[in-house]
């Protein structure tokens, strides 16, 4: 009888502790590379050998896993002529199954970087890829301008270099050469370029930090010519001469 009741104690106290564990849920088990459990937050990967830049189209494409509820943006930030940043949303492509992005228009001649940021699905950042750079070439030339409203004058005598061209199609953005394009000069006040011999001037839009040098213009300077010049020889003439019958 006391064997009995002592095997009948027993088994009820492992009856209860059995109840008492099953009641709650058990702790999922650990995941050891991230230190956090199966049941956390969800978190995006990137593969970083398949990120692809297109310069000439300025498009660029990668392969990433983005569990439900994560996202990938690109972050793009201007090095140079400028600090600005901003966040590009990406786009996914199911024929090619690449993640892809086009790039805004960008400033020539500027350095720029770009890298992929992944968020979880709470919203933080979980993954970030290497910063790369890049280089936009500076805009092409414009085209030569227009000489349909400029107007050459002469130097006011043989020997002066006090000639010059005028029009309200010369701005201060443009430079000039009297040397067949071998140095240029700044327009300094609009409308006019002074202190010119008889002679070519070369005239074109100058180059800035982002787009290279114009096409150019040729507008010619006439030589002096004297009111007295009757013979048409650009000079002093030699009067009149009478044929004697």
């Known amino acids: 009888m006391k064997k009995t009741l002592a095997i009948t104690l027993i088994l009820c106290a492992v009856a209860a502790l059995g109840t008492s564990c099953g009641d709650d849920e058990l702790p999922a088990p650990q995941n050891t590379n991230t230190g956090s459990t199966d049941n956390d937050v969800k978190k995006p990967s990137i593969v ?5 830049f297109d310069l000439s189209n300025r498009v660029l494409t990668f392969e990433a896993s983005c569990p439900q509820g994560t996202w990938v943006q ?12 901003e966040l590009l949303n990406v786009n996914y492509n199911s024929t090619s199954r690449l993640y892809y992005v086009n790039l805004p228009v960008l400033v020539g001649g500027s350095s720029y970087s770009y890298c992929i940021i992944g968020y979880d699905s709470e919203g933080g950042e979980a993954v970030r ?41 010369i701005t201060k953005a443009m430079e000039y050469s009297t040397d067949d394009g071998r140095t240029w000069v700044s327009v300094t006040v609009a409308g006019i370029i002074s202190g ?8 074109r839009l100058a180059e800035t ?28 003439s030699e009067g009149l001469h009478v044929r004697r019958h």
Do not use: M, W
């Open 48 to 52: 970083a050998s398949s990120i692809h």
């Open 74 to 85: 690109v972050l793009l930030r201007q090095l140079t002529n400028g600090t600005n940043q």
């Open 129 to 169: 890829t290497a910063e790369q750079t890049f280089f936009i070439p500076k805009n092409s030339p414009p085209s030569a301008p227009s000489t349909a409203n400029i107007k050459a004058y002469p130097p006011s005598s043989p020997n002066a270099t006090d000639g010059y061209i005028k029009g309200t199609a």
């Open 196 to 203: 010119l011999s008889p002679g070519d001037v070369l005239l």
């Open 209 to 236: 930090s982002t787009t290279e040098a114009g096409e150019y213009s040729t507008i010619t300077v006439p030589p002096y010519k004297s009111n007295t010049d009757l013979d048409g020889t650009d000079g002093t």
